[in-house]
């Protein structure tokens, strides 16, 4: 069973960054794709960002030139960097992974992010 353990969420104010980490309990070079997810109260989750073992990406458009998602094998992490924050990125940001092509075997915990105006 994989395990995914997020951190790195917390409070920021609009245009700050905020970097959120998911280290997997296996190698993450066996897990072709890896991914953040995110919540906000009332709204269905989405996918905000994926990156594949060949390092292909995949950003929502709404975090498109904001957000980067990045994969250390060598630490079986991966980062998503959160720049130029703003209150519509609040929300519960969710770690996956999965061997297809959609980030979705696997999921952590979740780690709230919180951006005040």
């Known amino acids: 069973q994989v395990q995914l353990v997020e951190s790195g969420g917390g409070l920021v104010q609009a245009g700050g960054s905020l970097r959120l980490s998911c280290t997997a309990s296996?190698?993450?070079?066996?897990?072709?794709?890896m991914g953040w997810y995110r919540q906000a109260p009332g709204k269905q989750r989405e996918l905000v960002a994926a990156?594949?073992?060949?390092?292909?990406?995949n950003y929502a458009h709404s975090v498109s030139g904001r957000f980067t998602i990045v994969r250390d094998n060598a630490k079986n992490t991966v980062y998503l960097q959160m720049n130029n924050l703003n209150p519509e990125d609040t929300a519960v940001y969710y770690c996956?992974?999965?061997?297809?092509?959609?980030?979705?075997?696997?999921w952590g915990q979740g780690t709230q992010v919180t951006v005040s105006s």
């Open positions: 996956a992974a999965g061997g297809g092509r959609v980030p979705d075997d696997y």
């Open positions: 296996v190698s993450i070079f066996s897990l072709n794709v």
């Open positions: 990156r594949t073992r060949s390092s292909m990406t």
